[in-house]
């Protein structure tokens, strides 16, 4: 049974930074795509940043140069969030799956920023 734990959120100051992970299990092969999405109530899932099984990623225009993606062993996907602004605020997912629409989803982890 396929699973995706998100761990990381919290609540920050603007500049600050924070690290978002998660531990994707019961793949039998490694997941050719794994991604970072947000949301925040009321607007539509945003995709922050998606990483093939060779790290070449893709970023929203909103984070480049702030967010980084990478893959780590055993199937994890770690998210590293800096320069935080308020617009950053939302709920941060971990997606995973060998095809697009990814169909493998981890619960949410709450990203606030104050100004």
């Known amino acids: 049974q396929v699973q995706l734990v998100v761990s990381g959120g919290g609540s920050v100051q603007a500049g600050g930074s924070l690290r978002l992970s998660c531990a994707a299990s019961?793949?039998?092969?490694?997941?050719?795509?794994m991604a970072w999405f947000r949301q925040v109530p009321g607007k539509e899932r945003e995709e922050v940043a998606f990483i093939d099984l060779y790290g070449r990623t893709t970023y929203a225009d909103s984070v480049k140069d702030r967010f980084t993606a990478s893959r780590g062993s055993k199937n994890y996907l770690y998210l590293d969030l800096n320069s935080l602004q308020p617009d950053d605020t939302a709920m941060y997912y971990c997606?995973?799956?060998?095809?697009?629409?990814?169909?493998?989803w981890g619960q949410g982890t709450q990203v606030t920023v104050s100004s």
């Open positions: 997606a995973a799956g060998n095809d697009r629409p990814l169909n493998y």
């Open positions: 019961g793949f039998t092969v490694r997941p050719y795509y």
